[in-house]
């Protein structure tokens, strides 16, 4: 069957679709023997591809794997980091750190905390990804100070953000101190430090942030205790069906 090259990467875990696009324009794939250029269809039962010179085969499909982790403050939301760094697939357990093709599903940044994916499901990915699936996520914040009711209005609304309005959001009151709030947010756009830049914009800066659900994904589960900083659980196969049913129903914009 004849199957796109950064397609066949990604769904046999070498790396996820946009990244596998990146090593083919690094020159790093090769198919039988020349660099694979985007777009081009092979059929691996047929042609030879390999990859920084390692041979792709059929039978090297990995176990799909999907994993719920806690991020810690100060850990890096990428699987390799120039800095040196530590990085989310640090909090791994050694076999799986090894597994060939395993990235994040979105980011957090380094002062944030909470649930973040990981797979080696490509296909998935790219669809989670897409700026046309909405895919729920829940936040606990602290702002500076209280902002009043027409402020959280006029962040439920939408606001503009680079020069676009952003989605409309779900915000409670949680806790209201003296100089300071406890929200919880629910978005389902994941613009780049998204509730940072508007709190920021509001007059409310953040202090605190933590992502406690993905969807239905939650750190906490009535079936069992709370999962702690820097550590990680499977999903469930409700969990995976959740995903995979949600990256197949777009929501207008």
Known sequence: MMERVQ????????????????????????????VAVLGQKIDLERDRVTV?????????????????????????????????????LDL????????????????LDINSTGALLLTNDGDLTLHLTHPRYHLPKTY???????????VLKLWRDGVILDQKRTLPAEIKVLKRERKQTQLEITLTEGRNRQIRRVAEQLGFPVLALHRRAIG??????????????????????????????????????
């Open 140 to 150: 606990e914040v602290w702002i500076k100070d209280n902002p009043p009711e027409s």
């Open 52 to 88: 920084d010179g390692k041979l792709i085969t059929p039978h090297q499909r990995p176990e799909k794997l999907y994993i719920l982790v806690n991020k810690p403050l100060g850990v890096v939301s990428t699987c390799h980091d120039p800095q040196k760094r530590r990085t989310v």
């Open 7 to 34: 397609k066949i990467l990604s769904q046999w875990g070498v790396a996820s679709r946009r990244q596998a696009e990146k090593m083919m324009l690094g020159g790093r794939v090769q198919v039988n023997g020349e």
């Open 92 to 107: 791994l357990a050694d076999d799986l750190r090894k597994r060939q093709g395993l990235h994040l599903v979105g980011r």
């Open 216 to 253: 239905p994904i939650k750190l906490s589960r009535k079936d069992e205790s709370f999962l702690k900083g820097g550590s990680y659980r499977f999903l469930t196969s409700q969990e995976i069906k959740y995903l995979k049913q949600h990256s197949k129903q777009p929501i207008a914009n």
